[in-house]
């Protein structure tokens, strides 16, 4: 029996519409009166560009190792490309899986009880029913990614179109009956650029980061993308800029209306909005539009992470089951099943304010920090013709990221770093005695294959 791999099917408008849709999904919504709050003033707008300045800047970084390893996985094969595929890459990679298997159903479990909890705009939902809903938001994009990926393009670009519809039409709200341009004057009211108002930012950014993750997800669907070592860093930089505008515009919009006094202490703050300049039919119709994009955003990340334990499990390193792909429509069915049935439990058992802290303290230790260092050691290592595309002022960016990450991290709070750490302390337990089971790094009594 011949082995089946996974088909490059992907485009470039495919792929940015993938990373896209994972990037607004609920965040935006549910966090624009989280970060007013916490900014408590109409400088907010810096946190959110804060936001787009750290993913950009960590976007190089991704489209080096994008470029230059267009695998399935993403970082599962970028770290132990770095750190050495027969030495401590394997327990670099080994703990990204194992964060990942918990970080990645939490992500998906985020934009599930955020879609739950705009659902209740329309109908008050008891605890109950808030936490069936959630679920059913996750078993139903399992049915939906249990497909070919050239069915899940298309998909994924009838998703985005949503999105697009719906930051199109807050943002043209405010610029029809709001005072669009009163924000950005105000911006500075009251602000004082001193070690308080930085702190705000990092503690803010903390929200606004969570609202921007996924501008990396066609690097886990490398092996699937199309002319690779150019459409995912495009993929990436044009979906970055699309939507830092339209987080942007879309914040102005609002507040150009709904004064950020009333904005921060709402919950359905765009819905208020549309029911402000519209009224009450078009604010249901506008809650309908951001659970279809809070519902694409789920799709998305479950479809970038379950490439991640697939990758491990194809390459020896995780459970052989994850590696499985299906015998017809050539996707990772065992995977995408897993991640699913893991989120669907955390979408029952926890609050959202809590998941967004712990997605990014367990992440930014092995995936972000772990990977910009791994790049530093390949580019030192390596020839550069191994790398199709190449950051300006290397390493200049690569600095700068690991320094915002590490502030980022510290802004999560104490009790995140700490759960982060454990995390990552048991997973270390869990691969040494695994290395030490299978004779692998740093026990290896025999070669391991590449």
């Given at each position: 029996?011949?082995?089946?791999?996974?088909?490059?099917?992907?485009?470039?408008?495919?792929?940015?519409?993938?990373?896209?849709?994972?990037?607004?999904?609920?965040?935006?919504?549910?966090?624009?009166?989280?970060?007013?709050?916490?900014?408590?003033?109409?400088?907010?707008?810096?946190?959110?560009?804060?936001?787009?300045?750290?993913?950009?800047?960590?976007?190089?970084?991704?489209?080096?190792?994008?470029?230059?390893?267009?695998?399935?996985?993403?970082?599962?094969?970028?770290?132990?490309?770095?750190?050495?595929?027969?030495?401590?890459?394997?327990?670099?990679?080994?703990?990204?899986?194992?964060?990942?298997?918990?970080?990645?159903?939490?992500?998906?479990?985020?934009?599930?009880?955020?879609?739950?909890?705009?659902?209740?705009?329309?109908?008050?939902?008891?605890?109950?029913?808030?936490?069936?809903?959630?679920?059913?938001?996750?078993?139903?994009?399992?049915?939906?990614?249990?497909?070919?990926?050239?069915?899940?393009?298309?998909?994924?670009?009838?998703?985005?179109?949503?999105?697009?519809?719906?930051?199109?039409?807050?943002?043209?709200?405010?610029?029809?009956?709001?005072?669009?341009?009163?924000?950005?004057?105000?911006?500075?009211?009251?602000?004082?650029?001193?070690?308080?108002?930085?702190?705000?930012?990092?503690?803010?950014?903390?929200?606004?980061?969570?609202?921007?993750?996924?501008?990396?997800?066609?690097?886990?669907?490398?092996?699937?993308?199309?002319?690779?070592?150019?459409?995912?860093?495009?993929?990436?930089?044009?979906?970055?800029?699309?939507?830092?505008?339209l987080y942007l515009l879309m914040n102005i919009s609002v507040v150009s209306v709904v004064p950020w006094q009333q904005a921060k202490e709402s919950e359905f703050v765009v819905s208020l909005f549309i029911q402000e300049i519209a009224g009450s039919t078009a604010a249901k119709i506008a809650t309908?539009?951001?659970?279809?994009?809070?519902?694409?955003?789920?799709?998305?990340?479950?479809?970038?992470?379950?490439?991640?334990?697939?990758?491990?499990?194809?390459?020896?390193?995780?459970?052989?089951?994850?590696?499985?792909?299906?015998?017809?429509?050539?996707?990772?069915?065992?995977?995408?099943?897993?991640?699913?049935?893991?989120?669907?439990?955390?979408?029952?058992?926890?609050?959202?304010?809590?998941?967004?802290?712990?997605?990014?303290?367990?992440?930014?230790?092995?995936?972000?920090?772990?990977?910009?260092?791994?790049?530093?050691?390949?580019?030192?290592?390596?020839?550069?013709?191994?790398?199709?595309?190449?950051?300006?002022?290397?390493?200049?960016?690569?600095?700068?990221?690991?320094?915002?990450?590490?502030?980022?991290?510290?802004?999560?709070?104490?009790?995140?770093?700490?759960?982060?750490?454990?995390?990552?302390?048991?997973?270390?337990?869990?691969?040494?005695?695994?290395?030490?089971?299978?004779?692998?790094?740093?026990?290896?009594?025999?070669?391991?294959?590449?």
């Amino acid at each position: 029996m011949s082995k089946i791999d996974l088909e490059r099917r992907l485009g470039l408008m495919q792929a940015t519409a993938i990373n896209m849709i994972d990037m607004v999904g609920i965040g935006p919504f549910i966090t624009l009166p989280m970060v007013i709050g916490m900014m408590n003033g109409p400088y907010f707008i810096y946190a959110w560009v804060a936001g787009a300045i750290l993913s950009f800047i960590d976007a190089f970084i991704w489209s080096e190792l994008g470029a230059a390893f267009p695998r399935a996985g993403g970082s599962y094969n970028f770290l132990k490309e770095a750190y050495g595929k027969s030495g401590a890459g394997r327990f670099m990679s080994f703990l990204f899986v194992w964060q990942t298997m918990i970080q990645a159903p939490l992500v998906m479990a985020s934009a599930a009880i955020g879609f739950a909890s705009y659902f209740s705009f329309l109908v008050p939902l008891s605890p109950l029913g808030s936490k069936l809903v959630s679920g059913g938001v996750v078993v139903l994009i399992v049915l939906l990614l249990y497909r070919k990926i050239e069915e899940i393009g298309k998909i994924s670009v009838l998703l985005w179109i949503g999105v697009l519809l719906t930051m199109l039409w807050i943002i043209g709200g405010g610029i029809a009956y709001g005072n669009f341009t009163q924000p950005i004057k105000q911006m500075n009211d009251g602000v004082t650029f001193n070690f308080a108002f930085i702190a705000a930012i990092g503690f803010a950014s903390v929200k606004t980061v969570y609202s921007y993750l996924g501008y990396y997800n066609a690097c886990h669907l490398g092996a699937e993308i199309i002319n690779p070592t150019k459409n995912i860093p495009r993929s990436m930089f044009l979906s970055i800029a699309g939507i830092a505008a339209l987080y942007l515009l879309m914040n102005i919009s609002v507040v150009s209306v709904v004064p950020w006094q009333q904005a921060k202490e709402s919950e359905f703050v765009v819905s208020l909005f549309i029911q402000e300049i519209a009224g009450s039919t078009a604010a249901k119709i506008a809650t309908c539009l951001i659970l279809w994009v809070a519902f694409a955003s789920v799709f998305s990340a479950t479809l970038g992470y379950s490439r991640i334990p697939y990758a491990a499990a194809a390459d020896g390193a995780f459970f052989k089951v994850f590696g499985q792909l299906h015998p017809t429509k050539h996707f990772p069915h065992f995977s995408v099943l897993a991640l699913g049935a893991v989120a669907f439990v955390f979408s029952l058992l926890f609050k959202l304010s809590d998941v967004i802290s712990a997605i990014l303290a367990m992440r930014i230790l092995i995936q972000f920090i772990g990977q910009a260092i791994g790049l530093i050691i390949l580019r030192s290592n390596r020839d550069k013709k191994e790398f199709p595309y190449r950051m300006p002022l290397f390493p200049l960016p690569v600095i700068l990221a690991i320094a915002m990450w590490v502030g980022i991290l510290l802004s999560t709070g104490i009790t995140m770093v700490l759960s982060g750490l454990a995390v990552i302390s048991v997973g270390t337990v869990v691969y040494f005695i695994k290395a030490k089971i299978n004779s692998e790094w740093p026990f290896n009594d025999r070669p391991v294959p590449d």
